[in-house]
């Protein structure tokens, strides 16, 4: 599970950031999650090491243009070429409507498949491998956090040890991987756990903006290995953010440290703290530091590999 982000600017993209977008790219199935459209975003996926063709699902967060106004030509071009099949696209009431209404009117449509779902809170998709849920954020129009959570896997099976009890191979062995207990010819029971290394502890991968301080986005993000959150303002404007809805550092930082995530990845920040600026992006870093040591901020192409936990 690596992510890479494409757009890291709150509102209007900006010479440095784009508006937002996250890609998660799932690496043993070929495959790669979009969270978030902005403006562009397909300009950066050509910019990056992506590939189109590998697009599956796309979770939007919330209708505001900087997460969505890429999503349409993102969607377009991929039907000129870029050979992706089956794209499913996630996201709150009113996306569905938005973009059929500009299939409508600028008369395209998609040869490859693409299919509307519109989210609620709770699992939104599950599958052998991962499980996709979804809460309410607090925004000024409706908007969702997400959460991917990699599921459990047995640890290696030890086929030499398998041998040496005598257990034939075939059918059994894919039962003991799975860690069921089964009972050989000769009356003997094994226990596949005891056959099997370690569990492999599934990674958890959760995205919230735009949202104020919630406690849903605690909840959503409890145990995470990383959690992307917004921090559009600096800690000194947290009233232009209680106005606006945002997060600042200090409350991204302070969702962290109450959810005990593993890592804090900030992003969608205001372009009033560019270089030049008498408030910078570092100076944010430390407010967050202070409250939640394990954070950092994101750029554009920023790319970080969620890593395996150790048991």
């Not at 599970?1 to 784009?18: A, D, H, I, K, Y």
């Not at 917004?230 to 962290?256: G, I, K, L, P, W």
């Not at 944010?284 to 394990?294: D, M």
Request: with cysteine.
């Amino acid at each position: 599970m690596e992510v890479t982000f494409l757009g890291t600017s709150s509102g209007v993209p900006t010479r440095s950031r784009n508006v937002s977008s996250v890609a998660l790219r799932l690496t043993q199935r070929g495959e790669i999650w979009l969270f978030d459209c902005g403006e562009g975003t397909q300009h950066q996926i050509l910019r990056s090491d992506l590939k189109t063709s590998q697009l599956k699902k796309i979770f939007v967060t919330h209708m505001h243009g900087d997460h969505i106004f890429g999503l349409m030509g993102l969607l377009a071009s991929c039907g000129l070429g870029a050979h992706a099949e089956n794209v499913e696209v996630y996201g709150p009431p009113g996306l569905d409507a938005y973009l059929k209404a500009c299939m409508k009117y600028s008369q395209t449509y998609f040869p490859y498949g693409v299919h509307f779902k519109t989210v609620s809170p709770g699992v939104i998709y599950e599958d052998d491998e991962y499980i996709v849920s979804t809460e309410m954020l607090k925004h000024r129009v409706t908007a969702f956090g997400y959460r991917v959570s990699e599921k459990d896997k047995a640890g290696k099976f030890d086929v030499e040890k398998a041998k040496k009890l005598g257990i034939p191979s075939g059918p059994i062995y894919g039962k003991l991987k799975k860690g069921e207990t089964i009972t050989l010819d000769d009356g003997r029971t094994i226990n596949g756990s005891q056959l099997c290394g370690p569990t492999e502890i599934g990674r958890k991968f959760v995205y919230c903006t735009d949202t104020v301080f919630c406690e849903s986005a605690i909840a959503l993000s409890e145990d995470a290995d990383v959690l992307i959150h917004e921090a559009t303002f600096a800690h000194q404007d947290a009233q232009m953010a209680f106005e606006r809805m945002h997060s600042t550092t200090t409350m991204a930082a302070q969702v962290a440290l109450a959810a005990q995530v593993k890592k804090l990845i900030m992003t969608h920040f205001s372009p009033r703290y560019a270089p030049g600026n008498p408030l910078q992006l570092n100076d944010l870093l430390k407010e967050a530091q202070a409250i939640f040591p394990e954070t950092i901020l994101a750029h554009d192409f920023l790319s970080y590999e969620i890593p395996r936990r150790i048991n």
